[in-house]
């Protein structure tokens, strides 16, 4: 029903009477229709009317839905940020565990002084009621490199250093002086945080899931679990003139300087950067797509905001009532997001400091929709009552938003297909690498090994490993069908640096083969049978081309020699019969043999006639070289193996003879190899594909948006130009204008800046959009001329 003030004509009932009532009653959209009405006929509407309608809410009900699962997928990427920061922050407390203490480096000890450097260090320490702490990095048995938690190593008198011993992390202790005295008392293979076997733990640690974890134990267990007695130790306890006479013995004991015990030789840092890159990708397009969402909302709302405004409400009244919704629901992700963080960190109590943790987090959510809807509200403070009814809609403040947004995702394109292009050229480069390779696509490569018992190894600690490899490969090598080839190309770079080493260099770039004398012998590469049986009594012999000169041979014979003195001195588990007697013979040779280059930079040769080749065999190896022997890669791998001698000599029960089944080496064949480098490319095209599709996605949506944010503005000057017959490119000028200068500018910069991904995209995208721009201009027009003729 809608009541009408008296005086009112009969043309002017008739016409408020097209409108139907039941609008007025079913919600605001119908008091809107009435005051527009009653504005056209210069009535006053009388506010105390009996005229019932019921709010309609702000919001379209899509848009209500989008919202709530942009918040969502926001408090879940904060979530995932907050895990990926804790879990940072805890490993290094972890590292920096203990903070008031003294540190001794031993790396390098020989096998046969490590027990009694260890005994000796032990011993001072006790008697000084001291205590020593060691921290491991601890690798996921699944990947090699990837560091998950920490092994701690405890010995000594705990109870007399309870502040130095005690290990604290966001309010909660982790360990005290109690917990870890109960483990000294305890039997060797117990541990505090679960390590290999539950039933060893006496107590559980706080740990973060997915990330950080520790285990502590027993330093003499650390020891026998590690196999080395190489790391950091930090003690406690002593003075200062206690702890110098500890690092003199210990150096009169071992051999090593006291400022080498002193000085750490290696550090590393581990994050998980993916993770936190995923994360960080997907906040920042919920924010934008929070953004444009709450901004044409905005809009949508403008004649609901001018009647709003003159029945006496404020602007930033009706921006809260519009928001309210969304701002309260980020509140809500508060609780999600501690959840998650709860769930993520395993036995931490919930203390106060770990509550503001993750609750300074949510903030971060209820920031960014509190901005996302600032810029919305600022559409609402631009805009005068009656031109909100009559939606004259001042297209500035849109226009610039969308503008922003929209060169905003083109930019982030251009970066997306920079980024992308790296895959791409791997992708092609692993083509090429196949074509070039392709003589020797079923020779076998090292491609993953696990760390097995021996963690220490691969943290660098302890070269037991490589000795495990080193005495496999011994007891096969001059097998039919294994072989060491390693091709490197040294470049003038490379000669600079030995000049400074060295003070002494060859005179031009060369290419260096190591391998051994089967493998020479099959490449058609004739080795005298004298040469072979000095080799393997452990003389290093080097075959340099005749066609060098006197000189450069003289430059070569003199770097050769003190490399692999050099190299010689290296001390670890892999001790040969060179490193006993220091033989080093050289020889020429006329080059006639093209030998293949085992090269993976395209612009370099895949074969080569005049390498300078040492003649590699167990016997004459430095420890440099024997450790080499588990490089993994295809350019790296020096060991390479026939199908048939990989089928004998590296099965479990093999590698059983020489403790390699726990490593489980994986020696796969070089078109395998290469294909798994591709689908591993192929992974990352396809998820920077995803991310480009996406964006590519927001800025059709955001062309789209300009277009029809245009349209409301101008819909009687659209109608008359399409009336009279104007091309739409001229009818809806601003857009296409903005939309071809920013694709233009665009394709210029992916092309300027030589990226082919960038450039295929913005050109595909700026054609896509112009004949989506064409065909909605074309709809939008041609509603708008039906209507104007309707109307008159």
């Given at each position: 029903m809608v009541w009408l003030e008296e005086g009112w004509n009969i043309s002017e009932r008739a016409a408020i009477c097209r409108y139907p009532s039941s609008n007025c009653i079913l919600g605001l959209p119908g008091l809107i229709r009435h005051i527009c009405l009653s504005i056209t006929t210069n009535r006053g509407i009388s506010i105390g009317a009996p005229l019932y309608f019921c709010q309609e809410k702000p919001m379209q009900r899509w848009m209500n839905i989008v919202i709530v699962l942009l918040l969502t997928l926001m408090s879940v990427a904060t979530a995932m940020l907050s895990l990926s920061t804790l879990s940072d922050r805890y490993s290094r407390i972890i590292s920096d565990y203990p903070q008031q203490s003294r540190s001794i480096f031993l790396t390098d000890i020989a096998q046969e002084s490590s027990d009694s450097a260890l005994d000796l260090l032990k011993t001072r320490v006790a008697g000084a009621h001291g205590a020593i702490i060691r921290t491991d990095s601890k690798l996921a048995d699944n990947d090699e490199g990837a560091a998950c938690g920490y092994l701690i190593g405890v010995f000594g008198d705990a109870q007399r250093h309870p502040d130095d011993m005690r290990l604290t992390a966001f309010g909660s202790t982790v360990l005290d002086a109690t917990t870890l005295s109960k483990l000294l008392r305890a039997e060797q293979h117990a541990?505090?945080?679960?390590?290999?076997?539950?039933?060893?733990?006496?107590?559980?640690?706080?740990?973060?899931?997915?990330?950080?974890?520790?285990?502590?134990?027993?330093?003499?267990?650390?020891?026998?679990?590690?196999?080395?007695?190489?790391?950091?130790?930090?003690?406690?306890?002593?003075?200062?003139?206690?702890?110098?006479?500890?690092?003199?013995?210990?150096?009169?004991?071992?051999?090593?300087?006291?400022?080498?015990?002193?000085?750490?030789?290696?550090?590393?840092?581990?994050?998980?950067?993916?993770?936190?890159?995923?994360?960080?990708?997907?906040?920042?397009?919920?924010?934008?797509l929070?953004?444009?969402?709450?901004?044409?909302?905005?809009?949508?709302?403008?004649?609901?905001?001018?009647?709003?405004?003159?029945?006496?409400w404020s602007r930033i009244g009706y921006a809260w009532m519009v928001y309210r919704p969304m701002l309260l629901w980020s509140l809500v992700t508060l609780p999600i997001i501690a959840a998650c963080v709860f769930w993520?960190?395993?036995?931490?109590?919930?203390?106060?400091?770990?509550?503001?943790?993750?609750?300074?987090?949510?903030?971060?959510?209820?920031?960014?929709?509190?901005?996302?809807a600032c810029l919305g509200s600022c559409v609402f403070l631009t805009v005068?009552?009656?031109?909100?009814?009559?939606?004259?809609?001042?297209?500035?403040?849109?226009?610039?938003?969308?503008?922003?947004?929209?060169?905003?995702?083109?930019?982030?394109?251009?970066?997306?297909?920079?980024?992308?292009?790296?895959?791409?050229?791997?992708?092609?480069?692993?083509?090429?690498?196949?074509?070039?390779?392709?003589?020797?696509?079923?020779?076998?490569?090292?491609?993953?090994?696990?760390?097995?018992?021996?963690?220490?190894?691969?943290?660098?600690?302890?070269?037991?490993?490589?000795?495990?490899?080193?005495?496999?490969?011994?007891?096969?090598?001059?097998?039919?069908?294994?072989?060491?080839?390693?091709?490197?190309?040294?470049?003038?770079?490379?000669?600079?640096?030995?000049?400074?080493?060295?003070?002494?260099a060859p005179e031009q770039p060369f290419w260096q083969l190591d391998a051994s004398p089967n493998y020479l012998t099959d490449q058609g590469f004739a080795i005298p049978q004298g040469i072979m049986n000095r080799t393997k009594r452990g003389e290093r012999?080097?075959?340099?081309?005749?066609?060098?000169?006197?000189?450069?041979?003289?430059?070569?014979?003199?770097?050769?020699k003190l490399d692999s003195e050099h190299n010689a001195e290296w001390k670890g588990s892999i001790v040969?019969?060179?490193?006993?007697?220091?033989?080093?013979?050289?020889?020429?040779?006329?080059?006639?043999?093209?030998?293949?280059?085992?090269?993976?930079?395209?612009?370099?040769?895949?074969?080569?006639?005049?390498?300078?080749?040492?003649?590699?065999?167990?016997?004459?190896?430095?420890?440099?070289?024997?450790?080499?022997?588990?490089?993994?890669?295809?350019?790296?791998?020096?060991?390479?193996?026939?199908?048939?001698?990989?089928?004998?000599?590296?099965?479990?029960?093999?590698?059983?003879?020489?403790?390699?089944?726990?490593?489980n080496p994986q020696y796969i064949p070089v078109d395998d190899f290469i294909a798994g480098l591709t689908k591993t490319a192929?992974?990352?095209?396809?998820?920077?594909?995803?991310?480009?599709?996406?964006?590519?996605?927001?800025?059709?949506?955001?062309?789209?948006?300009?277009?029809?944010?245009?349209?409301?503005?101008?819909?009687?000057?659209?109608?008359?130009?399409?009336?009279?017959?104007?091309?739409?490119?001229?009818?809806?000028a601003p857009t296409f204008l903005t939309v071809i200068l920013v694709s233009t500018i665009s394709i210029v910069i992916a092309a300027f800046i030589h990226s082919m991904s960038a450039f295929a995209f913005t050109t595909l995208l700026a054609v896509l959009q112009t004949v989506i721009l064409l065909s909605d201009a074309r709809r939008i027009a041609t509603k708008e001329l039906a209507t104007m003729i309707a109307q008159e």
């Open positions: 541990t505090l945080g679960l390590d290999q076997n539950r039933a060893d733990m006496i107590a559980d640690l706080p740990n973060v899931r997915y990330g950080t974890s520790v285990t502590v134990m027993q330093l003499d267990r650390l020891t026998e679990r590690s196999g080395t007695v190489n790391g950091e130790y930090r003690i406690i306890g002593l003075s200062q003139s206690q702890y110098d006479a500890l690092v003199s013995s210990l150096s009169a004991a071992t051999g090593i300087s006291t400022e080498r015990l002193q000085q750490p030789l290696h550090g590393s840092d581990t994050t998980d950067n993916l993770q936190r890159t995923i994360a960080e990708c997907l906040l920042a397009a919920a924010t934008i929070l953004t444009v969402i709450l901004v044409l909302g905005a809009y949508q709302q403008f004649s609901t905001l001018g009647i709003h405004i003159m029945l006496g993520g960190v395993t036995s931490f109590p919930i203390s106060g400091q770990l509550t503001a943790y993750c609750l300074t987090h949510g903030i971060v959510v209820c920031a960014l929709a509190l901005l996302a005068h009552p009656v031109d909100a009814i009559r939606n004259r809609i001042s297209k500035r403040g849109l226009l610039v938003v969308l503008v922003i947004l929209y060169c905003c995702s083109s930019g982030a394109l251009v970066a997306g297909g920079t980024a992308m292009d790296s895959p791409m050229r791997e992708v092609q480069h692993l083509s090429a690498i196949r074509a070039s390779w392709s003589p020797y696509r079923s020779m076998r490569l090292l491609y993953h090994e696990t760390p097995g018992t021996n963690q220490s190894s691969f943290t660098g600690q302890s070269s037991e490993h490589f000795k495990e490899t080193y005495d496999w490969y011994s007891s096969i090598a001059g097998q039919k069908g294994v072989y060491i080839a390693n091709m490197t190309h040294y470049n003038e770079d490379n000669l600079q640096s030995w000049k400074a080493i060295y003070h002494a012999i080097f075959l340099i081309p005749d066609t060098w000169t006197a000189r450069q041979r003289t430059a070569m014979e003199t770097y050769q040969t019969s060179y490193m006993k007697h220091r033989d080093i013979s050289f020889v020429t040779y006329h080059p006639s043999v093209k030998l293949f280059t085992w090269n993976t930079d395209g612009t370099l040769p895949n074969w080569t006639t005049d390498p300078v080749i040492l003649v590699c065999t167990p016997e004459n190896m430095t420890p440099f070289e024997g450790e080499n022997l588990s490089a993994v890669g295809l350019e790296n791998s020096m060991i390479k193996l026939s199908e048939p001698a990989a089928q004998r000599y590296t099965t479990r029960r093999y590698f059983a003879q020489y403790h390699l089944e726990d490593n192929t992974q990352t095209i396809q998820f920077f594909g995803l991310a480009m599709a996406f964006l590519a996605s927001l800025e059709l949506v955001l062309s789209i948006a300009m277009c029809r944010i245009f349209a409301a503005t101008y819909r009687t000057r659209i109608a008359v130009k399409r009336l009279l017959g104007y091309p739409l490119v001229s009818i809806f």
